[in-house]
């Protein structure tokens, strides 16, 4: 993943509640700034730079994600304190590390939406697919994927980014 930030569970949680309000997406971009987006049909949200730490871009980056399945995740979290580092490149899958105390961490990954054509023929029975690895449960989003090829893509960054990880 090209960019990095950290930001607090409960800051990131209040940035997805006001954008919720609004929109059923939220939109990452990452430049200079980093702002959240959310757009609905009768209004739109913008949040930028709230208090983040290590920031680290080295591209600049837009992603579109579900917050259908970013809320839930995140507001579980929330409650633990602490602080969530993003990562992301542009149109890939969004990952989220939480750490747990001094040993341990949840990630999540969730993949950005793709196309509004799909929307009407996505089988909602698919959505979080379990992905072990290194004694890790980490889950993904394959909702909004309209091809095989995507899916496959996914995976593997996925398992790059795992394997990554595995390395710190």
Do not use: C
């Amino acid at each position: 993943m090209e960019n990095s930030f950290s930001i607090e569970n409960t800051k990131l949680d209040s940035i997805i509640s006001d954008i919720q309000v609004v929109a059923e997406f939220i939109t990452i971009k990452v430049s200079d700034k980093i702002e959240f987006h959310g757009k609905g049909e009768s209004s739109s949200v913008v949040v930028e730079n709230q208090e983040l730490d290590q920031v680290d871009i080295k591209s600049e980056a837009t992603g579109t994600y579900s917050l259908e399945y970013l809320s839930p995740a995140v507001k579980s979290l929330s409650s633990s304190g602490g602080s969530v580092k993003l990562l992301m490149s542009h149109n890939k899958p969004l990952m989220f590390e939480f750490r747990i105390g001094d040993s341990g961490r949840i990630v999540f990954f969730l993949a950005p939406r793709v196309s509004d054509w799909f929307e009407s023929i996505k089988d909602k029975s698919l959505g979080w697919q379990e992905f072990v690895k290194g004694g890790y449960v980490y889950y993904i989003n394959i909702i909004d994927m309209k091809t095989e090829d995507e899916w496959l893509k996914t995976f593997e960054i996925v398992e790059k980014a795992v394997n990554d990880s595995q390395k710190e």
